[in-house]
Nanobody, 124 residues
Framework: QVQLVESGGGSVQAGGSLRLSCAASGRTLSSYIMAWFRQAPGKEREFVAAIYWSGGMTYYADFVNDRFTISREKVQNTVYLQMNSLKPEDTAFYYC?????????????????WGQGTQVTVSS
């Protein structure tokens, strides 16, 4: 019942910034948690950040180290991931996801809806 469309990926030099967007439609997000995941070639999909749509409470993976900010704009029905101080190890395919609240936020299995993903490439 939720459709997610991502945009904003691209190629940047180390130390640069990108802002990813995920537009949602099909169902109200007021009772959902939204998250960003990433997956590099040969690695498992890993949790990056999450935000509760209604209250705005946020969560981040340890590796983010204050470099990324997740936010949402309710009128636009869009969630964002602002990424600063990018490193080559941030290179991955980034996905947004939506799930029901409750339980651990990091496991991929707790999210019911996924976007198509967008590629982020950071060069040295």
């Amino acid at each position: 019942q939720v459709q997610l469309v991502e945009s904003g990926g691209g190629s940047v030099q180390a130390g640069g910034s990108l802002r990813l967007s995920c537009a949602a439609s099909g169902r109200t997000l007021s009772s959902y948690i939204m998250a960003w995941f990433r997956q590099a070639p040969g690695k498992e999909r890993e949790f990056v950040a999450a935000i509760y749509w209604s209250g705005g409470m946020t969560y981040y993976a340890d590796f983010v180290n204050d470099r990324f900010t997740i936010s949402r704009e309710k009128v636009q029905n869009t969630v964002y991931l602002q990424m600063n101080s990018l490193k080559p190890e941030d290179t991955a395919f980034y996905y947004c996801a939506a799930g029901r609240p409750g339980g651990p936020i990091a496991p991929t299995g707790r999210y019911d809806y996924w976007g198509q993903g967008t590629q982020v490439t950071v060069s040295s």
